[in-house]
């Protein structure tokens, strides 16, 4: 079946740094992945949509500055936390879709969770 | 515009009892609906999804949700909880029929005991 790795699932960085987080579909080419931010105890945000070889668009509020998406391979997304406050801590995921899976189907990577010191 | 609310934070049943997780969605057009389950530490995994064809939806796991219209609901349900159902199940509504734009509640945590 499809799978979305996320990479690094845990992250701890000093404030100011940037970090990076990586997307990956392992077994089929995605054409579009989401980026979502989880708090604790809260739903899950769209923060982004990534489109492979086009810009990311992103949802009201969400800083484009701040929250870098690279997009560049149909099985590699990136999001890049630049540079970092406490306030950014959080649970990132990623999911990805293909038509070849269904306009509505999903596939969700485990989440990266940030800390920022 | 379009929102999920989730009944319930935390629910607790025992090991062969009826699990009930409830979910209530508004949306200005006929909704497409989701369930996703999180088991720790792994990504969300599609458990269902209402998509306008029959409104008794079954799913992965012994898992079924009914779409109420005249009620705006969608609770999923299974007769018979097992203890690997413990897990965090999210309700999902997405009102263009693509992924593109799902809204998630905020998630049930459903503990099973013996």
């Known amino acids: 079946g499809a799978v979305v790795s996320q990479h690094p699932s845990w992250v701890i960085c000093k404030s100011g740094t940037s970090v990076k987080i990586e997307c990956r579909s392992l077994?089929?080419?995605?054409?579009?992945m989401f980026w979502y931010r989880q708090f604790p105890k809260q739903s899950l945000m769209l923060m982004a949509t990534?489109?492979?070889?086009?810009?990311?668009?992103?949802e009201q509020g969400v800083e484009k500055d701040k929250f870098l998406i690279n997009h560049a391979s149909l099985t590699l997304s990136t999001l890049t936390v630049t540079s970092a406050h406490p306030e950014d801590s959080s649970f990132y995921i990623c999911?990805?879709?293909?038509?070849?899976?269904?306009?509505?189907?999903?596939?969700f990577g485990a989440g990266s969770r940030l800390t920022v010191l | 515009a379009q929102s999920v609310t989730q009944l319930g934070s935390h629910v607790s049943v025992s090991e062969g009892a009826l699990v009930l997780l409830r979910c209530n969605y508004s949306?200005?057009?006929?909704?497409?609906l989701f369930w996703y389950v999180q088991y720790p530490n792994q990504g969300l995994q599609l458990l269902l999804k209402?998509?306008?064809?029959?409104?008794l939806v079954k799913g992965i796991n012994g898992f079924e949700a009914e779409f109420k219209k005249s009620e705006t609901s969608f609770h999923l349900t299974k007769p018979s909880a097992h203890m690997s159902d413990a897990a965090e199940y999210f309700c999902?509504?997405?009102?263009?029929?693509?992924?593109?734009?799902?809204?998630f509640g905020t998630g049930t945590r459903l503990q099973v005991t013996l």
């Open positions: 949306s200005s057009v006929p909704p497409y």
């Open positions: 999911s990805a879709a293909t038509p070849l899976l269904g306009a509505n189907v999903l596939t």
């Open positions: 209402y998509t306008s064809a029959a409104t």
């Open positions: 077994d089929f080419q995605a054409t579009t």
């Open positions: 999902a509504v997405s009102s263009t029929g693509t992924a593109s734009k799902l809204t």
């Open positions: 990534s489109n492979e070889g086009s810009k990311a668009t992103y």
